[in-house]
């Protein structure tokens, strides 16, 4: 029952991490409460989008050009495809930080984005409403990723190289020395020399019982397909798209294999508990209403909704990820808090963890997802 690395979470950036780590020869275990993919973290929903020119900061952008040669990467040895290059159009006022900050990080990085005004965001893509006062940037070398079918993926190939992966083990508790580590399931006790924490929303309450209490707050989101005609917009016509509206951030991807329009919002969001259950979609007014009123401004072909679902975001105070080893235990890893929009890194995460138990340090810089900005507040 002794490992090198046991990664509790095999979720998106547990199960990638697993995959490097079994690659390079470390015996791997997986522990993971549900079978992954599975509807109750992040991870599911089909679709995740891929930016190149991040809004969210210009330190995002060699991270996320990793990851899109990662992704490439698992096409490859997979077989499988995971990334639709359908294109990326980020919408908001042309002066405001959104938009600014999208245009600074591809000057800086030399990414193909090509601005558009409103009128001709409307003669390109014929399916989207803008604002006056608004402009979109169009990337075309960004997409979609199949963020289940990745999972999967990821997950064949990490079990191809010898990792254990055992689903229904939910981990009550981490005993820990800079020497060994020992994680307790309800059924079982395992050791290993390291350990990685990659639980999604309930990181939080397992680092809490050994002394890092993490400001992780989960929150409950909802996002919803729609009806819509496939020549304006399924995945050959249409793009994947960022919104800064009036309203809010919202996001959404093309038609694909007809499934219809996907709509979600990234702001807002009700606190939950991870053990709690969570209301299905359409339980709350709100749930329904605010998507349709974005899609009928801002979509007008767009028909009546499908169907919807929830997911759970875990959101840091800046909206920053956490990818660190414990303060003060050394064999002690932790990946937390993507706050929304982590998945799209989860190659380059697994790869950046893989580096860190391995190496003792990773190639990536990952400086601005340091535990220490909260212990020094």
Known sequence: MHFDVIIIGAGSMGMAAGYFLAKSGKSTLLLDAHTPPHQRGSHHGETRMIRHAYAEGEQYVPFVRRAQSLWYELERESGKEIFLKTGVLSVGKETGQFIQETIKSAEKYDLPLLTLSRKEVHNRFPG????????????????????????????????????????????????????????????????????????????????????????????????????????TYGKDAFPAFAYESSNGLYYGFPSIEGAGLKVGRHDGG????????????????????????????????????????????TMTPDDRFIIDRHPQYKNLYVAAGFSGHGFKFSSAVGQALSQLVCLGETEIDISAFSLDRFQRK
Not at 172 to 194: F, R
Not at 303 to 310: E, F, S, V
């Open 270 to 313: 009700t606190p939950i508990h991870p053990d709690e259950q969570m209301a299905p979609f359409g339980t709350l007014a709100e749930d329904e209403e605010d998507l349709r009123t974005f899609v009928h401004r801002h979509m007008p072909k767009v028909n009546d909704l499908a169907y919807g679902k929830t997911c759970l975001y």
């Open 128 to 231: 989207m409403h803008v604002p006056n006062e608004s402009v979109g940037c169009f990337e075309s070398e960004s997409g979609v990723l199949k963020c289940e079918d990745s999972i999967t993926a990821y997950k064949a190939l990490a079990k191809h190289y010898g990792a254990t992966l055992l689903t229904g083990s939910r981990v009550t508790g981490v005993s820990l020395n800079n020497h060994v580590a020992q994680v307790h399931t309800v059924d079982e006790t395992y050791a290993a020399h390291s350990v990685i924490i990659s639980a999604g929303a309930w990181s939080g309450p397992l680092l809490d019982t050994i002394g890092l209490k993490l400001p992780l707050t989960p929150l409950r989101k909802t996002f919803a397909w729609f009806h819509a005609d496939e020549q």
